[in-house]
T-cell receptor, first 112, second 114 residues
Framework: AQSVTQLGSHVSVSEGALVLLRCNYS??????LFWYVQYPNQGLQLLLKYTSAATLVKGINGFEAEFKKSETSFHLTKPSAHMSDAAEYFCAVTLPGGKLIFGQGTELSVKP | KAGVTQTPRYLIKTRGQQVTLSCSPI?????VSWYQQTPGQGLQFLFEYFSETQRNKGNFPGRFSGRQFSNSRSEMNVSTLELGDSALYLC?????????????FGPGTRLLVL
């Protein structure tokens, strides 16, 4: 069965530091993987998606993620954190039927 | 293009009542999915509608139901509300030309059951 695990429910970084949010998946079929961001009192905004075209995926706001099949990982990174990056981040995988399975989320705090 | 819209944004109900939430998808999108978000359970899939038919269903009791209209707008209904139904309900739409199309989310409806 497909599932997603996000390591670390809270991550804190200093402004300007590297952001690394971890996501591991399990899937019996080639996965479609997504990262979404949720700001307080808002819905989910798509950051980026992997659909097997390229293993390194670039998204909005300077984020990128690398698909590593051997490690079943899809970690999200950003070279330099900004205060506006503080939010909750969700990794998700779609089942062949189209249903999205989400990880538990990682709350990112950015310290000045 | 306008994004996914959900109404109302906030609702307060009491136990035993019923509630109807509405979702208008992005123009041209034919699939609408509903998710429940709570602090304890996270984001959970409720159901998906495509061309007025329920195509996919999550593990929720029958009190949760939905429908989709010919213009792709969707409604979700919860009957006999329980305290545990307090949550953010998110709607997402996609083109659904293929089953794994990207889903775009609305701002959600926050339901509080007292």
């Amino acid at each position: 069965a497909q599932s997603v695990t996000q390591l670390g429910s809270h991550v804190s970084v200093s402004e300007g530091a590297l952001v690394l949010l971890r996501c591991n998946y399990s899937s019996s079929v080639p996965p479609y993987l997504f990262w979404y961001v949720q700001y307080p009192n808002q819905g989910l905004q798509l950051l980026l998606k992997y659909t097997s075209a390229a293993t390194l995926v670039k998204g909005i706001n300077g984020f990128e993620a690398e698909f590593k099949k051997s490690e079943t990982s899809f970690h999200l990174t950003k070279p330099s954190a900004h205060m506006s990056d503080a939010a909750e981040y969700f990794c998700a995988v779609t089942l062949p039927g189209g249903k999205l399975i989400f990880g538990q989320g990682t709350e990112l705090s950015v310290k000045p | 293009k306008a994004g996914v819209t959900q109404t109302p944004r906030y609702l307060i109900k009491t136990r035993g009542q019923q509630v109807t939430l509405s979702c208008s998808p992005i123009s041209g999108h034919r699939s609408v999915s509903w998710y429940q978000q709570t602090p304890g359970q996270g984001l959970q899939f409720l159901f998906e509608y495509f061309s007025e038919t329920q195509r996919n269903k999550g593990n929720f009791p029958g009190r949760f139901s939905g429908r989709q209209f010919s213009n792709s707008r969707s409604e979700m209904n919860v009957s006999t509300l329980e305290l545990g139904d307090s949550a953010l309900y998110l709607c997402a739409s996609s083109l659904a030309e293929r089953r794994q199309e990207t889903q775009y989310f609305g701002p959600g409806t926050r339901l509080l059951v007292l």
